[in-house]
């Protein structure tokens, strides 16, 4: 019950943070992975009380100053501090997990070692003139999200969503000049990542230009290193 509490907080606070159209700070993200595998299982803290929830100071109470009542709570942000030594996580093969999105710098990638080892980082490279082809031409059906990309899984009727017959949008970002800048600050973000997984010896590069050609290189490599095939996967 409390865990389930703790998650509800962090998710109202994620949620008031990406509608302001912000992105979540890394101790919100650590926050909901440390939580997500710890109610798992997967993630075990030496202290015997790990979470402490009040609930009539929830409800009066921010989430952060919440959080900081919580006791080590610094240990798993600050990279500068042994927050490895208050966890303990499972090595069962079932206790597996992607991560997609996060780390996006060096900062988050050191933090995120505080808590666990990561044994594979994979690097997917797509040359920028296909990705941006592909978002430029992706139009939206804002009510049931459906999304269409006139080069490759175009709309029956041009502009018109094939259930509903209804109007379909592209997204105001979906811009070449600001997806460039996106790119650009991707690669410059993402060069000091790439090199300390590079350092830690788990960085593998894979590229393509589409999925079928990425997933079988994916799957053969994920068969080399763990056994694991596409059949099992699925």
Known sequence: ?????LTLLIGIQADSIMKSGALLPDTTILRLIVNELTTRGWLTSADPSPYVLNYVAASMDS??????RQEGV??????????ASRYEYSDNPNASF?????????VQAKSLSTLLPINLVVNIKTPATVILDRICNRWT???SGRVYNTTFNAPKVPGKDD???EELIQRADDK???????????EETSAPLLE?????GVLWTVEGNTSDEITPKLFEEFNKRFGVTESQAI
């Open 196 to 200: 300390h997984y590079r350092k830690m």
């Open 74 to 83: 610094d240990n798993f942000v600050n990279p500068s501090r042994n927050a």
């Open 176 to 186: 070449p000049e600001v997806w460039k800048a996106r790119l650009a600050k991707f």
């Open 1 to 5: 019950m409390v865990a389930t509490s």
């Open 163 to 165: 259930v509903t017959g």
């Open 141 to 143: 059906h804002v009510a």
């Open 98 to 106: 992607i991560l997609d999105g996060f780390p996006r710098t060096a």
């Open 63 to 68: 989430f952060e100053n919440l959080a900081r």
